[in-house]
């Protein structure tokens, strides 16, 4: 019996990401030997048992499609710089959806798994991080390869429905834009990051200072950032609006596991208002209550439905409000990555890139091996990106001084 080819239409979640052909590198550094043969054999029995990693999308006239591809996921190897994880690395859609890039530099090198948005999002991604690093170290030690081999991922959409989640109003129908040409397509920008990462003795004390005060990490980076961003645009707090996302896999009945969808997130939307003080734990707190009101009323679980059913009540997402958009992304903390003696695993970082007209700069937030990192993901030479980087040093500072 023939196997038949797998095929699907990428969902409006997916495609969004598809229509900027946006990867998104999962950057670790690594300190000591690195085997490229033993890293091949790991990332392409890895890519068997995530198929979608081997996947491409097609465009067609009906819309992004998901499918089957022939062609193998790029593994490089090249000496270069760390701190330029996808430099040289050759990223296409329609070809393949995940590429491995290895930049060396003696016994230090970066190691990045790029993988296409519409496919996986941050929490997905780590989880085949882990994966793969856990297959290394079996194929350097000699330990037979057996991952099995997992389903394509579903879009949040259908993960909903089957949940009993649907939009608050019907959607709208909109057909898909027509695929623009080669020659009209924004030219790809490439975020390698600047991180800002805290020491440990640094995030004890944020960690400490959040069960003092009831507030997550994720609150109170929230709030240094915000500080932040209205100093360096000089613009009033009150007329930023805080983006981030939510995942939703362990808020769904039943759970969902890390690599059963693709993009299974919520979108929500923040506003300081003029009763908040300008203090990073107060405003952290008001970021953790509006969460909690919105989950229990299951309109975070719900946003990215409405964004598309009622694109004109999506207002943090409205495209009109990108100059005071401040995007932060939570990767939360980083699962254990095992690797074999005489290799460790130091950072973690994210990297990007994707075809944009308009360029603009976000954070992600990361926890690895027991450190806090702020990623600052904006365009190579933009001028503001040494002020930012030290305007949010001291906002964070003034968090874990003395505490």
Known sequence: MTRTAFRRALAPSESIHAAKEAYIGYTVRAAGRLD???????FEAVCRAYPHLSARVESTGEGAVLTESGARPEIRFADGDPD????GLDLDQSRSLSALNIVRDGDEASACLAIQHSVADAHHATAILEALWSAYTDVVEGVPLDLGRHPYPRSLEDLLAERGIHASAPAVPVAPPPAAPPSSRPDPVVRHVVQLRLTEAETTALVNLGHREKVTI????????????????????????????????????????????????????????????PDAVAIGRAIGAQLRAGLADGSVQRSILDMFSRPAAAKPWDPKLALAVVSIMNWG??????????????????????????????????????????????????PSLPQRVDCLRDRLARLTRDL
Do not use: C
């Open 36 to 42: 490229p043969e033993a890293l091949t054999t790991a």
């Open 218 to 277: 994720n609150g109170l980076v929230s709030g240094a950032v915000l500080l932040a961003e209205a100093e360096i645009r000089d613009m009033p707090l009150t007329d930023l609006v805080h983006r981030y996302s939510v995942n939703l896999r362990s808020r769904l009945t039943p759970p969902v596991g890390a690599t059963e969808g693709t993009n299974v997130l919520g979108g929500v939307g923040f506003k300081v208002t003029d009763d908040l003080p």
């Open 84 to 87: 330029r994880p996808l430099a």
């Open 333 to 382: 903390v980083a699962p254990p990555l095992r690797t074999p003696d005489g290799l460790r695993l130091t950072n973690l970082h994210s990297a990007s890139r994707m075809r944009e007209t308009t360029a603009l700069g976000g954070y992600v937030l990361t926890s690895f091996g027991g450190r806090v990192g702020i990623d600052l993901g904006w365009p190579e030479g933009d």
